[in-house]
């Protein structure tokens, strides 16, 4: 159960990371709250990143446990082009 809560968690925090940036982009806000805007976006951003690393762990867990031994690292878009 925790396994799908991750997963959750990360599709909240990132929804909630979006509604952040273009409140922020809006240009509406006070010095103020674009600063506590911007602290809870660390936040955000921290929670996404972990779930991101337990997701690539689980990932190479499940990959060794196939018989691959070899994990190769994740190729953004515009590398290598």
């Known amino acids: ?22 409140s922020m982009e809006s240009g509406e806000m006070t010095l103020e709250k674009s600063l506590e805007a911007f602290e809870q976006g660390i936040k955000l951003t921290k929670e996404c990143q972990l779930a991101l690393r337990e997701a690539e762990q689980k990932v190479a ?10 994990v190769l690292p994740f190729e953004e878009d515009g590398e290598n082009q």
């Open 1 to 22: 159960m925790a396994r799908k809560k991750t997963a959750i968690d990360f599709e909240q925090s990132l929804q909630s990371l979006e509604l952040l940036v273009d």
């Open 61 to 70: 867990i499940l990959l060794s446990q196939n018989g691959e031994e070899t």
